[in-house]
Nanobody
Framework: QVQLVESGGGLVEAGGSLRLSCAAS????????MGWYRQAPGNQRELVAT???????LYADSVKGRFTISRDGAKNTAYLQMNSLKPEDTGVYYCNVILLGGSMYWGQGTQVTVSS
């Protein structure tokens, strides 16, 4: 089993910044990918950014130039630096991990609210 613990969400005014963290622990041999998704009320969960193993980082078009995903391999931790936040960035942000064997895990989610 793999556990994902997210932190860093909160309430921020438009134009502000937040940094999310996702710490992975458990039976981790190697990652296939580690990333972030979000879900706004009434909407489907959507990809925000992901770091695939051995492939370029992927960003949703809506966050390119504003969000930066990174990963600390030694700590099995992923980060999402979110700058120039907009009200439409509001939602629950979920950490997602896919291991090399194909198993997928989700964090519990952290709320991000951007006020106008």
């Amino acid at each position: 089993q793999v556990q994902l613990v997210e932190s860093g969400g909160g309430l921020v005014e438009a134009g502000g910044s937040l940094r999310l963290s996702c710490a992975a622990s458990g039976r981790i041999l190697s990652f296939n990918s580690m990333g972030w998704y979000r879900q706004a009320p009434g909407n489907q969960r959507e990809l925000v950014a992901t770091i695939p193993n051995g492939a370029p980082i992927l960003y949703a078009d809506s966050v390119k130039g504003r969000f930066t995903i990174s990963r600390d391999g030694a700590k099995n931790t992923a980060y999402l630096q979110m700058n120039s936040l907009k009200p439409e960035d509001t939602g629950v942000y979920y950490c997602n991990v896919i291991l090399l064997g194909g198993s997928m895990y989700w964090g519990q989610g952290t709320q991000v609210t951007v006020s106008s």
